[in-house]
């Protein structure tokens, strides 16, 4: 009896392992063939009240804001794919990309602001004129959707609750 359990158990293994090259294939036939593929890339736009290079309680997210996402190859000025959208009421794009973008450098940029005190794109510091990312099948990242980081356009001048922001938090304010 003990045989005939030793058995099923290494003849159920041997089923188990050889049936798992045909899940593989399988699974590779149900994708998209190269070059079909499609992403949405989706992110935020927000208006930066306090200059802070950050999101915080007083950041004010923009409707109908502009964005352009771009890919380039390698080489200057090699632009391979262009997409243009807006934020809807909450301050979020969603942007369908076609393609498969491997070999190329994608990244979202600001294009235009809904706020007429609000419109300078931030390029001291740290601050991000543009989010990086990736567009391929290849990375390990499942499905279609890729979230870019949160993009902003600075304020003119800090708004005045800013400073009491900056205590709260405990960290230095900017120069306002």
């Known amino acids: 009896m003990a045989r005939l359990t030793q058995f099923s158990i290494l003849f159920a293994g041997a089923l188990l392992f050889l049936s798992i090259p045909g899940t593989v294939d399988s699974y590779a036939s149900t994708r998209a063939s190269p070059g079909k593929e499609s992403f949405y890339v989706e992110g935020q736009v927000y208006c930066d009240t306090c200059r802070a290079q950050f999101i915080?309680?007083?950041?004010?997210?923009?409707?109908?804001a502009g964005v352009k996402l771009q890919c380039r190859g390698e080489g200057e000025g090699n632009i391979t794919y262009t997409v243009a959208g807006s934020t809807n009421e909450k301050g979020v794009y969603r942007?369908?990309?076609?393609?498969?973008?491997?070999?190329?450098?994608?990244?979202?940029?600001?294009?235009?602001?809904?706020?007429?005190?609000?419109?300078?794109?931030?390029?001291?510091?740290?601050?991000?004129?543009?989010?990086?990312?990736?567009?391929?099948?290849?990375?390990?990242?499942?499905?279609?959707?890729?979230?870019?980081n949160p993009l902003g356009f600075f304020k003119k001048e800090a708004l005045p609750e800013c400073i009491e922001l900056f205590k709260e938090l405990d960290i230095l304010p900017p120069d306002l």
């Open 56 to 64: 915080n309680k007083l950041t004010v997210f923009m409707p109908g």
């Open 95 to 148: 942007l369908l990309v076609e393609g498969d973008h491997e070999d190329e450098f994608c990244e979202i940029k600001l294009v235009s602001s809904t706020i007429k005190d609000c419109d300078e794109i931030p390029n001291e510091g740290w601050a991000k004129q543009s989010s990086r990312i990736t567009l391929t099948v290849n990375n390990g990242i499942h499905g279609d959707v890729r979230i870019a």
